[in-house]
Antibody, heavy 121, light 107 residues
Framework: QVTLKESGPVLVKPTETLTLTCTVS??????????VTWIRQPPGKALEWLAH???????SYSTSLKSRLTISKDTSKSQVVLTMTNMDPVDTATYFC?????????????WGQGTMVTVSS | DVQMTQSPSSLSASVGDRVTITCRAS??????LNWYQQKPGKAPKLLIY???SLQSGVPSRFTGSGSRTDFTLTISSLQPEDFATYYC?????????FGQGTKVAIK
C-alpha cells in the first residue's frame, strides 16, 4: 500500500524557516518514472503547486516562491524535505505532499493527509 | 508559467443532473491535463489524467475531454457523493499549475 505522510511544526513565527518532511512508504524515491510534489492550500482557498523532485533528482519550483524554497530527498530514509524561508502569515496553509505516479503524464495519484501550518507571532 | 482558468467558479446542481466544468490553459499543453476532486477537510483525489484517462477506481460517470488549451470534466449523473470542489492541473511544463477550482453545491 502506497502512503505519504507529512510532518512538521504546527506553528512558526514570522521570518522563521519552515521545514516539512514527507515520509513515503510502498514505493521507493529512486523508482523510475516517479516523483514527489509539495502543494499548499490556504484556508478556504485553492491549491497552489510549490515544488517537485523526480526520481533522477530533477527539481522544479514555483516561480513566485522559488527564492524561498528548497526541496531535497533522502532515499535511504524514504523522505522528501521542503524548506521555506522567511515565513509570513500569508503562508498559513495546509501543506500536502503527493506522489507523481507516472512521470509521462505527471498526475498526482496518491496524496498525504496534509499538515496545517500557522504563521503567527 | 501556464495559467489555468476554470469556469464556472461555482455551480448548483441537483442529484441526477449532468454537470460540465471547463478548464482553459494559457498556452497549448497537449493532453497533459489532470482533474482532482476535493471534499472539505480532505486531500484531493485524482479523477482523470492525460485529459481523458479515468484513474483506477473512479466511477465511469466522470469523463474528461479536450486537448491543447480547452478541456472539460463531465459528470453524467450527479450523485450525492460528488458534491465537492474540482481542480484541473497541467503537467505539461513546470511549474505545474492548478486552476482556481470549481465548487459543485447542492441546489
Amino acid at each position: 500500500q502506497v502512503t505519504l505522510k507529512e510532518s512538521g511544526p504546527v506553528l512558526v513565527k514570522p521570518t522563521e524557516t519552515l521545514t516539512l518532511t514527507c515520509t513515503v512508504s510502498g514505493f521507493s524515491l529512486s523508482d523510475d518514472r516517479m516523483g514527489v510534489t509539495w502543494i499548499r492550500q490556504p484556508p478556504g482557498k485553492a491549491l497552489e503547486w510549490l515544488a517537485h523532485i523526480l526520481s533522477n533528482d530533477e527539481k522544479s519550483y514555483s516561480t513566485s516562491l522559488k527564492s524561498r524554497l528548497t526541496i531535497s530527498k533522502d532515499t535511504s530514509k524514504s523522505q522528501v524535505v521542503l524548506t521555506m524561508t522567511n515565513m509570513d502569515p500569508v503562508d498559513t496553509a495546509t501543506y500536502f505532499c503527493a506522489r507523481i505516479g507516472d512521470l509521462f503524464w505527471g498526475a498526482l495519484d496518491i496524496w498525504g493527509q496534509g499538515t496545517m501550518v500557522t504563521v503567527s507571532s | 508559467d501556464v495559467q489555468m482558468t476554470q469556469s464556472p467558479s461555482s455551480l448548483s446542481a441537483s442529484v441526477g443532473d449532468r454537470v460540465t466544468i471547463t478548464c482553459r490553459a494559457s498556452q497549448s499543453i497537449s493532453s497533459y491535463l489532470n482533474w482532482y476532486q476535493q471534499k472539505p477537510g480532505k486531500a484531493p483525489k485524482l479523477l482523470i489524467y492525460g485529459a481523458s484517462s479515468l484513474q483506477s477506481g473512479v466511477p465511469s460517470r466522470f469523463t474528461g475531454s479536450g486537448s491543447r488549451t480547452d478541456f472539460t470534466l463531465t459528470i453524467s449523473s450527479l450523485q450525492p457523493e460528488d458534491f465537492a470542489t474540482y481542480y484541473c492541473q497541467q503537467s505539461s511544463s513546470s511549474p505545474r499549475t492548478f486552476g482556481q477550482g470549481t465548487k459543485v453545491a447542492i441546489k
